[in-house]
């Protein structure tokens, strides 16, 4: 791309006009790109089109962004590729659909870039870098796909020699041979029936659901499912049953709930500096060894007065009282749903 300042004003002046009309363009361009999808990537078909303007969206405006400032597009749309590659292949979209989304979007920026310049009097040699620098970076997505292809296999390959591993644990803590286990998998969980709970499985985290008929096994599977998938975004392991996890499942829900009480409580706290993450910290530590200071001050290698500070900048901060019962249970919920 030329450089800013070494524009004369009337192309300045284009470019500047431009790049507004782009922005208010965007609803556009989600539009054009949604028609793209729907016509030539079938996988997008599990994608919303809310969620496929709002993406389309995103990347118009780090591009629009790119082209306000003259920078060829640099680390921000590197990391939002990456985030959004593996987001989207998580939900089964392959990567290969990917990198024809990004060049289809791509060519409707362009287009889009094409029609404003005719409108501004864009220069015909500005037009072509914005052009060239597009594809040059269309290229490069292209390659961080790959490598984000490549790491998602090696994951894959490790993730399978963990399960197999599990199975052969598991297997043994119920004295069945591993090739007699019946498997089934449903999403990222895989089940199994056994003859019996086993007491350990070797570091694993295994839920188990409740002991029902053969007709009812769905809903002893849905359970196991919950009470995985809640142990698993508290970092717990072991033999787990839904009982085990006390409240813990209740903090993965009602996001409405916890967007309000978060919105009411914890803004002035995650406005307080970099002290907030030890104050929340502290706090929710504080409420997980019951009230206990000094076991407080142990795990967290801090002196008890410290503890106590942070506790009660915690109470001035979120106005929530943990002598009252039902602000002691905000007080839980809300920084144990944070860190879930």
């Known amino acids: 791309m030329p450089d800013l300042a070494a524009l004369d004003d009337r192309t300045r002046t284009a470019v500047v006009a431009a790049v507004e009309r782009l922005r208010a363009m965007r609803d556009d361009f989600a539009d054009r790109f949604l028609a793209l999808a729907r016509r030539h990537l079938p996988s997008y078909r599990v994608l919303t089109d ?15 962004s790119e082209l306000s400032s003259l920078r060829v597009p640099d680390e921000a749309l590197r990391e939002a590729l990456w985030d959004y590659a593996r987001e989207r292949t998580a939900r089964g979209v392959p990567l290969d659909d990917l990198a024809l989304g990004y060049k289809l979007g791509s060519r409707a920026m362009l287009t889009l870039l094409d029609e404003v310049a005719a409108d501004v009097a864009l220069p015909a040699d500005f037009l072509l870098a914005a052009h060239d620098s597009t594809w040059e970076f269309a290229n490069e997505a292209s390659a961080i796909f790959a490598r984000i292809q490549h ?27 591993a090739d007699r286990l019946l498997l089934a ?16 499985v070797g570091g694993h985290l295994v839920a188990a659901g409740p002991p029902l008929p053969l007709a009812q096994l769905g809903a002893g599977f ?13 970092a717990m392991s072991g033999v787990m049953h839904l009982a085990d996890l006390g409240p813990r499942p209740l903090v993965l829900s009602d996001a409405h709930t916890a967007d309000g009480l978060s ?3 914890l803004t002035a706290l995650d406005t307080a500096g970099r002290s907030s993450a030890e104050i929340e910290e502290t706090a929710r530590t ?3 060894c019951d009230q206990d200071v000094g076991e407080v001050a142990r795990r967290l290698a801090v002196h008890p007065n410290t503890v106590r500070y942070r506790v009660n900048r915690f109470q001035q901060l979120t106005e929530l009282d943990l002598r009252r019962t039902e602000d002691l249970v905000t007080s839980w919920w809300l920084p144990n749903r944070r860190r879930a």
């Open 50 to 64: 809310h969620e496929i303007r709002v993406s389309a969206q995103r990347f118009m405006d780090i591009l629009v």
């Open 151 to 177: 790491e998602l296999a090696l994951e894959r390959a490790h993730f399978d020699a963990e399960r197999r591993a599990a199975c052969r644990t598991l297997a043994s803590a119920v004295h069945v041979p």
């Open 185 to 200: 998998q449903v999403g990222a969980a895989l089940g199994t029936i056994v003859p019996k709970v086993p007491d350990s």
């Open 222 to 234: 849905e359970e196991a499912v919950l009470t995985l998938e809640t142990a698993r975004r508290f």
């Open 263 to 265: 919105a009411r409580h």
């Open 286 to 288: 504080y409420l997980e």
